[in-house]
């Protein structure tokens, strides 16, 4: 028994106000790009209109979500497919002891201060808000339908280890 194909559409150029009869013929990588461009501008934009920058955010979730803390190392390998560049996390997470927001212990393990909890807390709701924002109009099911499509795509192009 053969698997039925699904007809291929011929691609056509990238048009930002392309109808929808003729979304199928859009090229993903423009339409991933653009995306991502305007959610990661939209989310730092107000995370740093909060004093925060968008990897701060990773690494206070990340510290705080390790009962033993986490290293700089620790925290650098974790979030290196992430990062804009090999020091930007470390860089972040000197600012953040800057901020007495982290505090290392005797075996340089980060733990969240007072201060970083209630830091965490705070633009925790932020990300919520902006969260909802982003998905105004967009039910569960749409956006989980448009995640498994991007998660076959990576698949397809044998992108991410994480998705094997």
Known sequence: MTTPVAPVTAPSPADPNAADEVLASQPIGYWSGVAHQAV???LRDAMARQGITQPQWW???????SPNGQTREELADRLASVADGPYEISRSVDLLLHQEWLAADEDDRFQLTDAGR???ARIKQLVIDLRAEMHDGITDEEYVAALKVLRRMIRNTGGSDALR
């Open 59 to 65: 690494i206070l979730n990340q510290v705080d979500s």
């Open 118 to 120: 209630a830091a965490k």
């Open 40 to 42: 990661i501008k939209h």
